[in-house]
């Protein structure tokens, strides 16, 4: 029913007693073989069957009826990329996503105000691109006093800091920068705030501790508000505090979502030593594999390039690690039957991914396990073929895109091409996986979705788009957040698209944003999500 706008969805008899019965809309089931149905009954959290609803409610009598009332429903919508804790974390955090320079100290000052003694103020989302000045301790210090503040940029790849966290971690101008990372420096040597890349474990052990059931809370906080934009689950870069939390929302039958775990690389050592691998966990928590990284960042300059930036001379960015020793946790990891997924921005540093995974080809194959590459934002037209010769999965994010055209255009000007090129990636046979990398940008699939079939922000900016030759559809977007992130967890038999045997994970939309097109997703939103039966949001 294109163009019909619904406000709810309606019910009668009861869920989960026995069979339930949901038609009278337009389901998509994102299965090549039949990609619409008139009904899906379900029962037991399971999908049982899908066909004509006439044929349904005569061979399972269901107890419940589900009137969509028009309303588009879709697998349910899986990110893959979210920083679930630093997610939930930052909902209660001080926000400085869009604030120029001027909003985001008079916020600092105003939350420094209720910091106790022994606390430490925490936010982050600021982007000093967009700053006439370059943030430093000074600009903290006259409005934190003794305040210790830390301050996460945009991107996660820079913490801005006042003097009051310099002497709280024992931070001073006799300070080496450590692997991987630098600190900036006024001219007589001392810090000057500004903490880069893998510096940041200067901060590490000394930041105030979070138990573990208040970390279980944050995570159950912010997966309740990962339900509202439709979410099903997760794919989460987490650390072992993380997971651990994670494992006791499970025992305590508190984790309704399903997480599918990437490991940190400090992991790999105890990982292969009681033979962990990919695919182990349950129904709610999995491991995917390891996470590991290439390079640095694109809005901190850290994106490791093939050519210099713009207005530098030979300035390339960061390799955070170098090649030999990426080629070694590789290789350990899938010897050990680990996927990796590996962080790379900069077209040097994809090379290098794939220079690393060709190498270990052999083990992957062995093991039959789904290597990927997390976020690749700019790829040579050289090296394009390889991620379907090696089997990579792209694991992309397309708010990145929209988020970071006029930074695109100020730093890597003219080297540019492959930028952000879902749909040179799709054309090459390579499985999309799409994710939003929150709380680096918002975790809504739909805006997700608008980017990638239109290159534009959410203000129809720029026209036309941004590089459209690159677009997709709406139906190859929804893949890559449906049956493209279930075959990237190694769970396609499990969910991602609707068919009978498949987990009862529904995401549902007022507007079918297929049949209207991607204009009609800025005035669409989410009336329901279901898990494994169960409304979790809506419905």
């Known amino acids: ?105 008079s916020r600092i000052a105003a939350a420094a105000k209720r910091i106790k003694p022994g606390e430490w103020l925490c936010g982050g989302g600021y982007n000093s691109n967009l700053w006439d000045k370059v943030p430093d301790r ?57 903490i880069r890349e893998y510096a940041s474990a200067l901060l590490q052990g000394k930041r105030p501790v979070i138990d573990l059931n208040r970390r279980a809370e944050i995570i159950e906080h912010g997966i309740e508000k990962l339900y509202s934009y439709g979410l099903t689950g997760v794919h989460a870069p987490e650390g072992i505090a993380e997971l651990g939390a994670l494992q006791k929302l499970q025992r305590a039958d508190r984790l309704n979502f399903r997480v599918s775990v ?50 530098s001379a030979d300035y390339r960015g960061i390799a955070v690690v170098a090649p030999e020793e990426l080629q070694d946790q590789i290789a350990r990891a899938n010897r050990s039957g680990l996927a990796v997924a590996v962080h790379a921005i900069g077209d040097a540093a994809v090379r290098t991914v794939l220079d690393c995974l060709e190498a270990a080809q052999e083990e992957a194959q062995r093991w039959q396990i789904r290597n990927r590459i997390e976020h690749l934002q ?12 090696l089997g990579v999965i792209a694991s992309m994010q397309p708010l990145h895109c929209t988020s970071d055209i006029d930074i695109v255009k100020k730093h890597w000007g003219e080297h540019r091409g492959y930028a952000y090129g879902w749909r040179s990636v799709e054309q090459s046979g390579v499985n999309l996986a799409f994710g939003s990398d ?17 290159r534009k922000r959410c203000d129809n900016t720029p026209a036309g788009g941004w590089q459209p030759e690159e677009t997709i559809s709406v139906t190859s977007a929804i893949r890559a957040y449906t049956s493209g992130a279930a075959w990237a967890a190694g769970r396609e038999k499990e969910f991602g698209t609707i068919e009978p045997g498949k987990a009862a994970d529904f995401t549902v939309l007022d507007h079918d944003i297929i049949a209207e097109g991607p204009e009609s997703i800025l005035q669409t939103r989410v009336i329901g999500t279901m898990i494994s039966g169960r409304w979790v949001y809506g419905g």
């Not at 003097?163 to 101008?173: F, H, Q, R």
């Not at 700019?378 to 010769?389: A, V």
């Not at 918002?442 to 079939?453: E, K």
Request: proline share 7%; glycine share 10%; with cysteine.
């Open 378 to 389: 700019l790829i040579t037209k050289e090296d394009l073929p390889r991620l379907s010769k």
């Open 438 to 454: 929150a709380p680096v940008e918002v975790p809504d699939p739909l805006q997700g979705i608008y980017a990638a079939a239109t």
């Open 138 to 194: 000074h600009l903290l210090d006259s409005v934190t006093a003794d305040v210790p503040v830390v301050l996460d940029s945009k991107d996660f790849h820079t913490l801005w800091v006042n003097s009051a966290l310099l002497k709280t971690i024992g931070v001073d101008a006799n300070t080496p920068n450590p692997p991987g990372g630098s600190l900036d420096r006024e001219t007589d040597g001392f810090p000057s705030g500004i």
């Open 1 to 105: 029913m294109p163009g019909k706008k619904v406000n709810q969805i309606k019910a009668t008899g009861g869920l989960n007693l026995s069979f339930t019965m949901l038609s009278n809309g337009r389901i998509h089931t994102m299965d090549p073989k039949a990609p619409q149905t008139e009904a899906v009954v379900i029962g037991f959290g399971k999908i049982l069957a899908t066909g004509k609803a006439r044929d349904l409610e005569d061979q399972f009598r269901p107890t419940c009826k589900v009137d969509l009332g028009g309303a588009m429903l879709l697998p349910g919508l899986v990110d893959a990329h979210v920083h679930l804790f630093a997610y939930a974390q930052r909902l209660e955090w001080i926000d400085l996503d869009g604030l120029l320079l001027e909003e985001a100290l």
């Open 262 to 311: 990437m490991l940190p690389k400090e992991a790999l050592p105890m990982a292969e030593s009681v033979g962990l691998q990919t695919g182990l966990g349950g129904e709610w928590l999995n491991v995917i594999g390891v996470k590991l990284f290439a390079d640095g960042s694109l809005g901190s300059q850290t994106a490791f390039m093939l050519a210099p930036y713009e207005n």
